[in-house]
């Protein structure tokens, strides 16, 4: 888990709160970002957080303030915590990236109150944004559309022909005159 103590202004629009939490949450498809407010003789040493792959623990000068399930499993090694200041006091901010970053929460914790997703929109995103495997995913998809459209043979079309050729090459004694492709 990263622990970074900085100096920053909050500027993130934080959309998910209740007063039955002591924390307010927003989130990405990426993650989930959890800001509890702390007082200003709170410093890192006073703080503990203790992120598994689905469990969250936070402790405040030795009390929990957070404990319990994650609504969905988290990567520990790339998520972390660190303390913001801003004109509204001092912030404890867990960022928690998710395992699988296709699917809303209702909640960060199972148990505490749950938002309705079906009223999320969604951010833009950009193909930077995605990992390896759903960037080409994304990307061929992309290709194969604007090939489409200019009425020209998608990628898995062009495989099939390119077989064609390298097969039509092996065996040239063959009569290949009344092969259709599409």
Do not use: C
Request: glycine share 4%; charged share 30%; proline share 4%.
């Amino acid at each position: 888990i990263k622990k970074k103590e900085k100096m920053t202004t909050l500027s993130t629009d934080v959309v998910n709160s209740s007063p039955d939490i002591p924390y307010k949450w927003s989130q990405t498809l990426q993650e989930a970002t959890i800001y509890l407010p702390i007082g200003e003789d709170v410093n890192k040493k006073n703080i503990e957080v203790k992120i598994t792959k689905t469990h969250l623990t936070v402790k405040i000068k030795g009390e929990a303030v957070i404990d319990g399930e994650l609504y969905k499993p988290v990567k520990v090694g790339d998520s972390s915590w660190q303390i913001d200041t801003g004109k509204d006091g001092r912030t404890l901010v867990i960022d928690l990236t998710r395992s699988n970053a296709m699917e809303w929460w209702k909640s960060v914790i199972q148990g505490h109150p749950e938002i309705d997703t079906t009223k999320l929109e969604p951010e833009n995103s950009k193909l930077s944004d995605l990992d390896g495997e759903t960037r080409s995913v994304v990307e061929k998809m992309m290709f194969d559309q604007r090939q489409k459209q200019m009425g020209l043979p998608t990628s898995e079309e062009m495989k099939k022909q390119e077989m064609l050729q390298q097969f039509m090459k092996q065996n040239p004694n063959l009569d290949f005159s009344n092969v259709k492709t599409n």
